[in-house]
T-cell receptor
Framework: LAKTTQPISMDSYEGQEVNITCSHNNIATNDYITWYQQFPSQGPRFIIQGYKTKVTNEVASLFIPADRKSSTLSLPRVSLSDTAVYYCLVALYAHYGQNFVFGPGTRLSVLP | EAQVTQNPRYLITVTGKKLTVTCSQNMNHEYMSWYRQDPGLGLRQIYYSMNVEVTDKGDVPEGYKVSRKEKRNFPLILESPSPNQTSLYFC?????????????FGSGTQLSVL
């Protein structure tokens, strides 16, 4: 399983764009990159997923360079409600193996 | 509504008293998993199940049991709870275990073992 490294915490102000980078140096060919968001006392929820280049949805964008050794979650114009922990997950399907392993995540604090 | 339901939401118990946390999903998902979350440690996988009667250990299985007799249910059993099992527990499910699957999480069970 590819190990991921993210900043432990980040601060931002309302209205700013926030970029959270995740390093996954030993990502394998079949791995996808998925980001989850978790609010206090709630379960994580899926935000965005990608394999290569750029993916955009109504919530965020995900940038993946050609070598795929890192990825950047971009949250446009954050608000106070975006304060949460963000997890980068690189999961490989094994025919019968452990997967969906989460790291400590990045705690984003959005200030007024 | 598609959802993963955990019960109870909060549980306080004493050391050694067996307990079960239930998890049910209504999405016909094959893959189900249990995580515990502790401050500074993120989510750690306890057990997972690829399908009915197919379960395997995650990162921190000691002190826990699971069963998967039906596709929709995946209970977590603590035969003899200890204080170090005080934690926030999450059940999750997905259609399968492929790399591009999306996990759906329950609302969590806050367990305190005295």
């Amino acid at each position: 399983l590819a190990k991921t490294t993210q900043p432990i915490s980040m601060d931002s102000y309302e209205g700013q764009e926030v970029n959270i980078t995740c390093s996954h140096n030993n990502i394998a060919t079949n791995d996808y990159i998925t980001w989850y968001q978790q609010f206090p006392s709630q379960g994580p929820r899926f935000i965005i997923q990608g394999y290569k280049t750029k993916v955009t949805n109504e919530v965020a964008s995900l940038f993946i360079p050609a070598d795929r050794k890192s990825s950047t979650l971009s949250l446009p114009r954050v608000s106070l409600s975006d304060t949460a922990v963000y997890y980068c997950l690189v999961a490989l399907y094994a025919h019968y193996g452990q997967n969906f392993v989460f790291g400590p995540g990045t705690r984003l604090s959005v200030l007024p | 509504e598609a959802q993963v339901t955990q019960n109870p939401r909060y549980l306080i118990t004493v050391t050694g008293k067996k307990l079960t946390v239930t998890c049910s999903q209504n999405m016909n998902h094959e893959y189900m998993s249990w995580y515990r979350q502790d401050p500074g440690l993120g989510l750690r996988q306890i057990y997972y199940s690829m399908n009915v009667e197919v379960t395997d250990k995650g990162d921190v299985p000691e002190g826990y049991k699971v069963s998967r007799k039906e596709k929709r249910n995946f209970p977590l059993i603590l035969e003899s709870p200890s204080p170090n099992q005080t934690s926030l527990y999450f059940c999750a499910s997905s259609m399968g275990a492929a790399a591009n699957e999306k996990l759906f999480f329950g609302s969590g069970t806050q367990l305190s073992v005295l």
